[in-house]
């Protein structure tokens, strides 16, 4: 099927490619909003300020030239620390119900928002950008319907890792995962975030939740009011219809069930991010599978786990180490 994206994001390791291509488009401006992002050419080694110095020592010339065809073309420029991109397009640009494709497999982060985003090559990002329509065929459905609450040490981030527990690395392909029920409600904008930016290793097309409060919220925090109005006013369009999640059967290829208030942290690995071990049974997990378990080193933060949500509970268990070290 063909699909006409509103946005387009490139990080700066595919835009290259992407921008030298656009360039013999014969274009003057791109088609539809698009902003390329500098952060996958830093490389997290020392600190952030030895870090970015070492980035802008190395990549000068690319940072330069994206710099240069951005302003050319009309596309917004993130300049190297300004933030990882999925993070930046969750605060600035996602939307509920917009779609968008970027150059880089964690895009479906903005399903937290309410977006259909989903990550693409260069090829695809050029064809949009020079105003063509994007092809692809069209996914399978699959439900995830979240009843009950979250409680104790359980995150959002527990929801994706028992999902890639059963879905395994493959059982997403070619499919949209939806998130669903009360339980989808009960969770922050930013957690949504992270579920669905994971969907990336299960396969998935995509993942989405349906427009709540939460988002409204988040889209005011951001500075974002008129688009929370927006939203408000066609919000029952944003999310799924009450007799669809009556019956999810009948609309979705597959419908799995996760109870939050039974559900306990996880952990996923090694070697597969589909190995999914409560907490609870790591220990005699491990010594039956020979797993090391000394834990020598750590790195909190990612572009799949930029919420101040989740940086927080991964801070407080290694301060807790420490201290206890």
């Known amino acids: 099927m063909d699909f006409d994206p509103d946005r387009v994001a490139m990080q700066d390791a595919t835009a290259q490619m992407a921008l030298l291509q656009f360039m013999q488009a014969g274009k003057k401006k791109v088609a539809v909003p698009s902003t390329v992002h500098c952060d996958h050419l830093i490389q997290a080694r020392i600190g952030a300020t030895a870090d970015l110095q070492e980035a802008l020592n190395k990549s000068h010339e690319v940072f330069n030239f994206l710099e240069s065809v951005s302003n050319k073309y009309g596309i917004g420029f993130w300049k190297p620390g300004a933030g990882i991109i999925h993070q930046v397009v969750l605060e600035n640009y996602a939307f509920p119900g917009g779609m968008m494709i970027g150059t880089d497999s964690h895009t479906v982060n903005a399903g937290g928002l309410g977006m259909v985003a989903i990550g693409v090559g260069g090829a695809d990002a050029v064809d949009v950008m020079a105003g063509m329509p994007w092809e692809l065929k069209f996914p399978k459905l699959i439900g995830v319907k979240l009843t009950g609450k979250m409680s104790g040490w359980t995150a959002p981030k527990d929801v994706i890792l028992k999902v890639a527990g059963i879905l395994t690395v493959k059982g997403g392909t070619g499919a949209i995962v ?105 220990k005699e997990a491990s010594a039956k599978a020979g797993w090391p378990t000394k834990v020598e080193w750590g790195l909190i933060g990612s572009c799949t786990n930029s919420s101040y949500e989740d940086i927080s509970r991964a801070c407080s268990i290694a301060e807790d180490a420490l201290a206890k070290a």
Do not use: W
């Open 178 to 282: 939806e998130y669903f029920g009360e339980g989808a409600k009960s969770m922050s904008c930013t957690g949504k975030g992270t579920i669905c930016n994971m969907g990336a290793e299960i396969g998935a097309t995509t993942s989405t939740f349906g427009y709540d409060e939460s988002m409204e919220r988040y889209l005011r925090a951001t500075g974002r009011a008129d688009v929370a109005d927006l939203a408000n006013g066609v919000k029952e369009h944003l999310t799924g219809d009450d007799e669809v999640y009556a019956d999810p059967e009948k609309y979705f290829d597959q419908v799995i069930e996760i109870d939050l208030s039974t559900l306990s942290p996880y952990i996923n690995g090694p070697f597969t991010p589909d190995l999914a071990t409560p907490v609870a049974d790591m």
